[in-house]
Nanobody
Framework: QVQLVESGGGLVQAGGSLRLSCLSS????????MGWFRQAPGKQRELVAA??????NYADSVKGRFTISRDNAKNTVYLQMNSLKPEDTAVYYC?????????WGQGTQVTVSS
């Protein structure tokens, strides 16, 4: 069992920045892949960024603006979001893909005003 707790969401103006954090109850050193997904109203949940021990992967819509990173010592994955746009408004979910299964956090709201 892995519990994930997101934090860092909020309201920001277009062009601003936010940093999301995802704290894992289990050591992320042993987790294959961790990622951030988002879901806007009326839309499907989509992958934003993912990270393994050696690679990172980004959706085309966020490349160059968002950066995913991990701190194994703190069991935390981050999503640094810069140059935010109104279309980035969504609930952002942390995801862990492990040998024990796939786990989700409860989500954190990000709202970008124009």
């Amino acid at each position: 069992q892995v519990q994930l707790v997101e934090s860092g969401g909020g309201l920001v103006q277009a062009g601003g920045s936010l940093r999301l954090s995802c704290l894992s109850s289990r050591s992320i050193f042993s987790i294959n892949t961790m990622g951030w997904f988002r879901q806007a109203p009326g839309k499907q949940r989509e992958l934003v960024a993912a990270i393994t021990s050696v690679t990172t992967n980004y959706a085309d819509s966020v490349k160059g603006r968002f950066t995913i990173s991990r701190d194994n010592a703190k069991n935390t994955v981050y999503l640094q979001m810069n140059s935010l746009k109104p279309e980035d408004t969504a609930v952002y979910y942390c995801n862990a893909n492990t040998v024990w299964g796939t786990y989700w956090g409860q989500g954190t709201q990000v709202t970008v005003s124009s």
